[in-house]
C-alpha cells in the first residue's frame, strides 16, 4: 500500500460525519456506517447542507452510505473495490470499541488499515482486539474536526512504522497537522495539554 484514497467509518455521530465531511472535501472516497441506519441519512443530508467549494461543489457525493458492512467487505474481498483504511469512531466505550474493532478487522483483513478515532484509551488497550496488530494505530481527530487543523496519531509496540506514516500523510492530505506521539501516553498530545490547562484553570479559579 503506498497511499490511502478509500476510507470507511463506522459511527455516524458527530465525531463521524464530520470525518467523513472533511476527507471527502479533500478529495477521498468515504464509505458510512452506523448501526442506525437512519444515522447515517441524517449524516448525509447534514453534509448536503454544509458551504460547497467552488472548486468542487458536489464532493459530498463521495461519501457513500454502506448498509451491510459484511456486503461491502465482500466486494473488497473480491477486488471490486478497495479500502485501505477503516476508522472506528463510535462512542468512547471500552466494550463497544473492543466488539466493533474484532468485528472490523474480521471482515477487512490485512492490509487494510484499522483505525481508532478513541481520544484517551491508549492504542494497546485494544489491539489485541485486532487481528495482525500491526496495522493498528490511534487517530484521533478534534471537534469540530471540519475548522480543527490538529489530528493525533499514535501507535503501540506492535504497530508498523509504515502504518504510522500513512497515517501522517493523509492527515497532511487533508490540512491538518499530525502530532505524532511516539510512545503511548492517556489523552495523547493535545488533549493531555488541554487537561493541563484546564486543572491549572480550575486551581486559579479556587485561589480567587
Known amino acids: 500500500m503506498t497511499t490511502i484514497e478509500n476510507i470507511l467509518i463506522v459511527g455516524a455521530g458527530w465525531v463521524g460525519r464530520q470525518t467523513a465531511a472533511r476527507l471527502a472535501r479533500f478529495g477521498l472516497n468515504v464509505w458510512l456506517s452506523d448501526k442506525a441506519a437512519q ?21 459530498c457525493e463521495r461519501v457513500r452510505i454502506a448498509s451491510q458492512l459484511p456486503e461491502l467487505a465482500a466486494e ?18 471500552v466494550s463497544l470499541k473492543k466488539r466493533v474493532l474484532r468485528e472490523l478487522s474480521s471482515l477487512f483483513p490485512a492490509p487494510t488499515i ?15 482486539f485486532v487481528t495482525q496488530p500491526s496495522r493498528f494505530a490511534h487517530l484521533h481527530f478534534h471537534v469540530p474536526v471540519l475548522e480543527d487543523s490538529v ?43 488541554l487537561q493541563s490547562m484546564l486543572r491549572s484553570a480550575l486551581e486559579l479559579v479556587e485561589l480567587d
Open 39 to 59: 444515522v447515517c441519512s441524517h449524516a448525509v443530508d447534514w453534509m448536503h447542507e454544509l458551504p460547497t467549494y467552488d472548486a468542487d461543489p458536489a464532493w
Open 76 to 93: 473488497v474481498s473480491a477486488g471490486e473495490l478497495h479500502i485501505e483504511l477503516v476508522i472506528e469512531s463510535v462512542p468512547e466505550q
Open 114 to 128: 484499522i483505525a481508532s478515532n478513541s481520544s484517551y484509551f491508549i492504542p494497546s488497550m485494544l489491539s489485541g
Open 151 to 193: 489530528v493525533d496519531i499514535v501507535g503501540c509496540a506492535a504497530t508498523d512504522p509504515q502504518v504510522i506514516e500513512l497515517l501522517r500523510e493523509l492527515a497532511v492530505r487533508i490540512g491538518q497537522h499530525p502530532l505524532l506521539l511516539r510512545r503511548e501516553h492517556p489523552g495523547y498530545i493535545f488533549n493531555w495539554l
